[in-house]
């Protein structure tokens, strides 16, 4: 391969990474509200020298995949906001110990505190030292993260909804979900944390940008190209941005990229797949159960009153009726996926449906505690249904 062939391989990652990353929360602040937290940075050099680690390692893994190093990680993912922590597996995580109040008017307190244990886990306590009756790891992005307190998130409503049912059992309901996460970091949280023996352990996919978010590295570990908007695409992504830049993470910056793109939809969701594929096998050989929870993108769900000026971005983006309609294909797509691997498929589309006017703030689109509370309660009785559960419970 060429020096030319190269460079032009980083700057289509480049453009990708950039536009499909998360653009930041609004409540997730360093020091005033107007300075949001970003994931992806322009480093042409790190991501044309992480393509060429991948290109020469020789790796054995079954998808490719090579360590994304400190340095690397660094300048690729801006992982120099307190909040985060570099971590070999998962490539960042949270800090842990955090004990940080942030402002958040939507919020009924008008705040809420980011707290983590020893282990980073968004968790008021620490693991337990012995192996409880039933242990659950879920992972996944800045919905089961949670914009909102500890006791507020489904896997706290979870795990204390299954503790009434089951008095004098103990039962842990670990959250390891990180803002930012999609795929690949999924497959390596379970891998960081395989040793505390969950019984089950459940993937949260997260439709509105975890097909977009695989691309990156998928195309890196496969030695592939990728493409990235076109110019006038880039225009218009910078007019919703300067709109509204928390929204286009939940679902439009991803319906706007595959509908330049088609072509990588079938990447992205051949990605999704094989890394699945991973995460069931590494289960299987440590004996944990898996279970997957499709949480669908606001997009899709009849919401009765659209986030401030989302009407506006989808004229600026040029969406029509059927191009609004690709979340729904996506799902399909998805649960076909699932049936394949034969994986045990929770889909919140129904039950958020029911919720959805007040299931999300409509700030950023993220979980409200109403939805937390909705998919806690519907996920503690799905544990409760699993095969571990008969066995521990």
């Known amino acids: 391969m060429t020096i030319y062939n190269r460079i032009a391989i980083a700057v289509s990652l480049l453009i990708l990474a950039f536009f499909v990353g998360p653009l930041g929360w609004s409540s997730w602040n360093k020091l005033q509200e107007d300075k949001h937290l970003s994931f992806y940075r322009a480093s042409k050099p790190a991501i044309a020298e992480l393509a060429r680690r991948a290109r020469e390692s020789g790796t054995t893994d079954p998808l490719g995949r090579i360590t ?23 490539i960042w995580t949270h800090e842990p110990n955090l004990n940080a109040q942030r402002t958040f008017k939507e919020h009924p307190n008008q705040s809420w505190t980011m707290r983590t244990n020893s282990l980073g886990m968004r968790r008021d306590t620490e693991v337990a030292t012995s192996k ?6 879920v992972v996944g992005d800045s919905h089961v993260d949670g914009i909102c307190d500890n006791s507020e998130n489904l896997c706290a409503i979870a795990e204390e909804t299954l503790s009434r049912a089951h008095p004098g059992r103990s039962i842990e309901i670990l959250n390891g979900a990180r803002g930012g996460h999609s795929m690949w970091n999924y497959l390596g949280v379970i891998e960081k944390h395989i040793a505390l023996a969950p019984d ?11 097909f977009t978010d695989v ?33 286009l993470g939940q679902g439009y910056g991803s319906l706007f990229f595959f509908k330049e793109r088609p ?13 699945l594929e991973q995460i069931k096998r590494t289960c299987r050989e440590n004996g944990s159960e898996l279970l997957i929870m499709y949480l669908p993108s606001p997009l899709a769900l009849p919401r009765e009153e659209l986030a401030q000026h989302e009407l506006e971005i989808r004229a600026l983006l040029g969406f029509t009726d059927e191009d609004l309609a690709l979340p729904h294909r996506i799902r399909e797509r998805f649960t076909e996926i699932s049936a394949g691997l034969e994986l045990q498929l929770l889909d919140l589309s129904s039950a958020l449906e029911a ?6 703030w409509r700030t950023d689109l993220h979980l409200s505690v109403d939805g937390h509370h909705q998919v806690g309660v519907l996920l503690a009785d799905w544990i409760e249904s699993s095969a571990s559960a008969a066995e521990h419970l």
């Open 355 to 360: 919720c959805a006017k007040n299931c999300f």
């Open 132 to 137: 409880p009756d039933l242990r659950v790891l």
């Open 200 to 210: 089950i352990v459940i993937v949260t996919t997260f439709a509105g940008n975890d």
């Open 68 to 90: 994304v190093d400190e340095e690397l990680a660094e300048v690729i993912y801006g992982l120099d906001h307190p909040y985060h922590r570099y971590d070999r597996h998962a």
């Open 215 to 247: 691309l990156m590295l998928g195309h890196i570990f496969n030695g592939s190209k990728s493409k990235g908007l076109s110019a006038e695409g880039k225009l218009k992504r910078g007019e919703v941005i300067a709109l509204r830049p928390h929204i």
């Open 263 to 275: 072509g990588e939809l079938s990447f992205a969701l051949e990605t999704t797949a094989k890394i």
